[in-house]
């Protein structure tokens, strides 16, 4: 069974760029499994910031941008700010309509 | 704007049935574009899909799930459900629903609040 992976955490300092990771444990990411990305604060609902690996949600800034990088989709942040620090978790899309998670990063802007 | 909204037992007991409903008000119910779906989180862990349902009542499943679960739309009510069978403690979680974009893109874009789910005796 293939799992989707991401780093448990990760920690930016203000002002700093940071690229969060999303993997499989078998196979390469690719556009084609449709890579979308949530932002999700303790108690609250995820928030929609990428779809379609790289196209931003209505609202979201432009710090926040989606890609490819190598065998994985990737989110990277320009400028991190305090309001950032959340935990971010990727979906991917594997085909006969499953859509998959990935375990969730917690990132700590400090 | 699109509003989904949970409702259900916050608490169910061991081996029974989870029975919850969304209802979906602001916005279209029956589109091409999307089916509405449901996820959850268990209490500090990460989130997992468990299905989503288009407004004819076709469905998919997390496979993982796909023997104990059972989603339905009334499209009158604008409201989708989910029935999963014999609840164990593994399965207290907050249960979410969303509105699950399926037009040539796959990805989450409007989420209700969530519902605490307690399995327990």
Not at chain 1, 66 to 93: F, P, W
Not at chain 2, 31 to 54: A, D, F, M, T
Request: hydrophobic share 30%; aromatic share 14%.
């Amino acid at each position: 069974q293939t799992v989707v992976t991401q780093e448990p955490s990760f920690s930016v300092s203000p002002g700093g760029t940071v690229t969060l990771t999303c993997g499989l444990t078998s196979g390469s990411v690719s556009t084609y499994y449709y890579p979308s990305w949530y932002q999700q604060t303790p108690g609250q609902a995820p928030r929609t910031l990428i779809y379609n690996t790289n196209t931003r949600s209505s609202g979201v800034p432009d710090r926040f941008s989606g890609s490819i990088l190598g065998n994985k989709a990737a989110l990277t942040i320009t400028g991190a700010q305090a309001v950032d620090e959340s935990d971010y978790y990727c979906v991917l899309y594997m085909g006969s309509g499953v859509s998959v998670f990935g375990g969730g990063t917690k990132l700590t802007v400090l | 704007q699109l509003q989904l909204q949970e409702s259900g037992p916050g608490l169910v007991k061991p081996s029974e049935t989870l029975s919850l409903t969304c209802t979906v008000s602001g916005g279209s119910f029956s589109s091409s574009s999307y089916y509405w779906g449901w996820v959850r989180q268990p209490p500090g862990k990460g989130l997992e899909w468990i299905g989503s349902i288009y407004y004819t009542g076709n469905t998919y499943y997390n496979p993982s799930l796909k023997s104990r679960l059972t989603m339905s739309v009334d499209t009158s009510k604008s409201q989708f459900s989910l029935s999963l069978t014999s609840m164990t403690a593994a399965d207290t979680a907050v249960y979410s629903c969303a509105r699950h974009m399926w037009s040539g893109y796959f990805f989450f874009d409007y989420w209700g609040q969530g519902a605490l789910v307690t399995v327990s005796s």
